[in-house]
């Protein structure tokens, strides 16, 4: 009875929101992109984050989870969120 009671508190709880990223993080993660976007098309393939977002080349196809290519800075800040 007790394993079910602290179940119960555990999952009756609402999930926390998706951690938001600190405004200084944000921005770096930006400034980041956005050099490593060399044409600037506001898309970075794996070879662009290879140099220019080592963690993100690292951790590409998690980030691109629909495969589509290419990820986007709204993707990246997402991912290093959900980190947090």
């Known amino acids: 009875m007790k394993k ?3 179940f119960a508190a555990l999952f ?3 999930p926390p929101a998706l951690a938001e990223l600190s405004p200084i993080i944000a ?3 930006t400034a980041r992109f956005t050099a490593a976007d ?3 098309d506001g898309k970075l393939t794996k070879a662009g984050a290879k140099n220019g977002m080592p963690r993100i080349f690292a951790n590409y196809d ?3 989870a629909a495969r589509r290519g290419f990820v986007t800075i709204d993707q990246i800040k997402t991912a290093v969120a959900s980190y947090f």
Request: proline share 0%.
């Open 62 to 64: 998690a980030v691109d």
């Open 4 to 6: 079910m009671l602290v």
């Open 27 to 29: 921005g770096q993660l």
């Open 12 to 14: 009756s709880i609402a």
């Open 38 to 40: 060399k044409n600037k």
